[in-house]
């Protein structure tokens, strides 16, 4: 029971994902062996946390498959909200010190993304309800925070097949939540609201599928293992409705992507 609760913790409080996102950073760093700046990844590990953690600030409806997370949000709110403060002042204080003035610029509107995804000011507004547009919000919002800053603050010669596998991958995996939550995004216009939930799951492996072949061609063979066995963990996600198979499982598949990197 102790387990469960530090898991709960763990999951619900967003640090797994934002644990996820600094996997992701290293992915990079290691695919374009380029040296790990460890101040970069502090910055990706508490943009994400102030990211997700402020989704979590507004109040929601309670479903049944999501019924732990909204209650563990809803009776931790105030916790919530220091973790949106704390993370949102580290971050600020960490990109002054790493990113250029350039970069800053650039990262502006990913972070306005960031605020009105789901506008904790306003319900009038929210980014994530315009058709099709908050799964690929997900996806570039990742690829700029875990894959493009590194290579840009590295200095390195930027690497596109890493950007086109990373954009690809979290597209993928992003689907599944949006079959899990297709009842409850009944006004917003997703893949699973358009094509019905076999066909966003045939897209969702299909994606993978394309990678899995684009590292085949690239002879990186420890990375084709890892997008058979995405694929194999995503074929529950037709009928499962466990919510740490979501954000425990699926998630972490982005904690240990970098041990795949050769």
């Known amino acids: ?11 619900f409080s967003n640090v797994w994902i934002s644990l996820g996102a600094v996997g992701i950073a290293l992915t990079t760093f290691f695919y374009t062996e380029t040296q790990v700046d460890l101040a970069l990844l502090v910055l990706v590990f508490f943009s994400t946390l102030f990211g997700y953690s402020l989704q979590n600030i507004s109040q929601r409806e ?8 909204i209650l563990w949000s809803q009776s931790n709110n105030k916790l919530i909200r220091w973790i949106v403060l704390v993370s ?4 600020v204080f960490m990109a002054l010190h790493i990113l250029n003035i350039h970069l800053i610029l650039v990262s502006i509107p990913f972070l306005g993304l960031v605020f009105f995804y789901r506008n904790v000011f306003s319900s009038k507004f929210q980014i994530r309800n315009i058709p099709f547009l908050k799964i690929l919000i997900i996806s570039f919002c990742w ?6 800053l590194p290579q840009l603050v590295s200095g390195c010669i930027f690497n596109w097949n890493i950007i ?3 954009i690809v991958y979290i ?3 992003t689907i599944p939540f949006d079959i899990r939550d297709v009842y409850i995004d009944k006004k917003i216009y997703t893949i699973p609201q358009f094509t019905g939930n076999r066909v966003a799951f045939i897209i969702s492996q299909l994606s993978i599928l394309c990678l899995f072949f684009f590292v085949l061609y690239l002879s990186n063979y420890l990375l084709c293992f890892f997008m058979i066995m995405t694929n194999l963990l995503l074929i529950p996600s037709l009928r499962i409705n466990s919510e740490l198979y979501y954000l425990f499982v699926l998630d972490g598949l982005l904690v240990i992507f970098p041990i795949f990197i050769s």
């Open 1 to 11: 029971m102790q387990l469960k609760r530090i898991i709960e913790f763990i999951v």
């Open 62 to 69: 309670i479903h049944s498959h999501r019924s732990n997370q």
């Open 88 to 91: 949102f002042l580290i971050s």
């Open 143 to 148: 690829c700029w925070t875990c894959c493009a």
């Open 164 to 166: 086109f596998i990373i």
């Open 171 to 173: 597209y993928a995996i």
